[in-house]
């Protein structure tokens, strides 16, 4: 089986699991579910870490380079926006207010 | 160097933490330590690739994620709840726009310095990855423009724009073609063929989005979500890294489910949202259509208020506006003590993303306990006192029940009608974003209050309580 036969078994498999979980998450979550889809989104970082790994001043790793700075905004712009959402549903009171 | 098997298992470990992840998020209780599992699967990922990369130049890589990094989290603890749906709109962009920059390097380093040449599916792949990155990157933009006000909410609807799209998609597939097709023309012919359907792209995501109007947003953005989470997985197909198929088909998934959910939630079809050009201004109505409305002031609304032993309150956008989140909830803490039953009813396109409504609430501190999602609570309005209305609209409006020829008629609604009395808190008359009329404005048990949601809300605070004292 080539490679990517393999990534299409992955993909589809991974849609159903994604499928069986996000039904089950109430509606109240659907906006801190969509920050943190917007962080697990930035999981392109990877590939533009690998992309960059030549580290020459050529196209590809200019590309790279703004590949990475993107990703990595979506990745802990969206991960600690979602744990401030959250941390509002857990009922503890804000500190100083 | 570390053996490509261990690496491998890395990923598959950090796949296993994104599902857990996710799993949190199915409970509120779990939901905080849910994110944090996937931010560690995140940083388990991160290493692991930096770990395989082994010795590289570092340079770039690093001032990559110091920049990006400082910018995420200055933006994630500066944002204000109201403005949620810009932020997730704008990273959806970042999203799509990531994956279709490290589809383009991965092909720039083929084609123009003489790496070694893609096979047939990492270049259709590369290809997707660009075409549906570039698309969500300018869709989102514009959502972006959109949600933030700095383009207006109307749709923009260009002349003969279907068969302007129709020619771009057309020409991207034909210079999609052309470049695969082509493995042995020179670099010049497939760069072209390439920056032609890059440019293409940019172009549909702009068109495809301007032509929807402000209350479809919650289906724009959702979609758009995933849209982003599928341009991660097919820049995944470009690089063989099943982490990346992996990660990008939750989201992807995750985004397909809330789209459904809202189209359902609106009575639309997908096709329909994208392509009617909806809530056009051609319907719209003004104050002159409406008769018998009855409008008071804060006064006699608190009187109203204050014998009302169970009390529901609505929040709409007008809400979310005027962030009067915080003294909705201190009307509705003052109506408690006083011994009235309160409860919030939250329509699923309420706001102008799914969950807004909820986050905005809890963001005052409003227990979650408190929020009833529409098929919950419909049923309680029969035996309600007081519907407290606040800066909502098209999803009261009893015409998507009683009247087939409305553009929103089978839309669900909040059944308020079904109340004792009905309170307005609106700006005005002017229509929703379905540009119709509101029949429950003229019904003899509405009372309509105009003017800005937060200063009404204090106004019936003030009031509610000199009652109290008096």
Not at chain 2, 14 to 38: D, E, M
Not at chain 2, 49 to 78: F, S
């Amino acid at each position: 089986m080539g490679e990517l036969l393999i990534g299409l078994y992955v993909f589809v498999l991974a849609i159903f699991v994604g499928f069986e979980i996000i039904t089950k998450i109430p509606p109240t979550l659907h906006t801190p579910l969509m920050s943190g889809a917007n962080a697990i989104s930035g999981i392109t970082v990877l590939g533009a870490l690998q992309a960059a790994r030549a580290g020459s001043t050529e196209l590809s790793s200019l590309l790279a380079f703004g590949a990475i700075v993107l990703a990595s905004i979506n990745v802990v712009g969206g991960f600690l926006v979602t744990d401030r959402m959250l941390a509002m549903f857990s009922g503890k009171k804000k500190k100083n207010k | 160097m570390v053996s490509a098997n261990v690496i491998a298992l890395l990923y598959l470990l950090s796949a296993v933490l994104f599902i857990f992840g996710l799993k949190g998020l199915t409970g509120i209780r779990s939901a905080r330590r849910g994110n944090a599992l996937a931010a560690l699967a995140m940083l388990l990922a991160g290493i692991t690739t930096l770990v395989d990369i082994g010795k590289a130049d570092y340079r770039w890589i690093v001032a990559g994620l110091v920049i990006g990094g400082g910018i995420g989290a200055y933006v994630a603890l500066k944002i204000a709840m109201t403005a949620m749906p810009e932020m997730v709109a704008l990273f959806n962009g970042f999203g799509g726009g990531a994956s279709a920059l490290v589809a383009l390097s991965v092909i720039s380093l083929a084609i123009l310095e003489g790496g070694e040449p893609l096979g047939a599916s990492a270049s259709i792949s590369g290809f997707v990855s660009v075409l549906i990155g570039g698309i969500t990157l300018t869709g989102s933009l514009v959502a972006f423009a959109k949600l933030s006000g700095k383009l207006g909410g109307a749709p923009i609807i260009l002349p003969g724009r279907h068969w302007i799209n129709g020619f771009l998609v057309l020409t991207t597939l034909g210079a999609a073609i052309y470049f695969l097709l082509s493995s042995g023309a020179d670099a010049t012919a497939l760069v072209t063929s390439f920056l032609v359907a890059t440019a293409l792209s940019l172009a549909l995501g702009v068109l495809l989005v301007i032509p929807i109007g402000g209350a479809d947003m919650p289906v724009v953005i959702s979609l758009l979500n995933s849209l982003s989470g599928l341009a991660a997985a097919s820049t995944g197909f470009v690089l063989s890294n099943n982490l990346l198929i992996i990660g990008g088909a939750l989201v992807g998934a995750s985004g397909l489910i809330l789209t459904q959910i809202m189209c359902g939630a609106m009575n639309r079809t997908l096709p329909n949202v994208l392509f009617a050009g909806f809530g056009g201004v051609s319907a719209a109505s003004d104050s002159r259509d409406y008769q018998n409305i009855t409008s008071y002031g804060p006064e006699e609304a608190a009187m109203v208020l204050e014998s009302a032993m169970s009390v529901i309150i609505v929040p709409g956008y007008g809400l979310a506006v005027a962030q009067a989140q915080h003294a909705a909830r201190e009307l509705g803490d003052l109506l408690e003590a006083r011994g009235a039953k309160v409860a919030y009813a939250i329509h699923p396109v309420a706001g102008r993303m799914p969950g807004h409504m909820n986050v905005l609430l809890a963001d005052a501190d409003v227990p979650y306990e408190k929020l009833f999602e529409m098929s919950a609570i419909n049923s309680e309005f029969k035996t309600t006192d007081v519907v407290l209305v606040v800066g909502a609209n098209d999803v009261v409006n009893p015409a998507a029940e009683t009247d087939p020829q409305s553009p929103i008629a089978g839309m669900p609604i909040l059944k308020c009608y079904e109340a004792q009395t009905v309170l307005m808190i609106k700006r005005s008359l002017s229509p929703g974003f379905a540009g119709i009329k509101n029949a429950l404005f003229e019904n003899d048990n509405t009372m309509m209050i105009f003017g800005d949601a937060k200063v009404v809300l204090q106004g019936l605070l003030a009031e509610l309580k000199e009652l109290g004292t008096a």
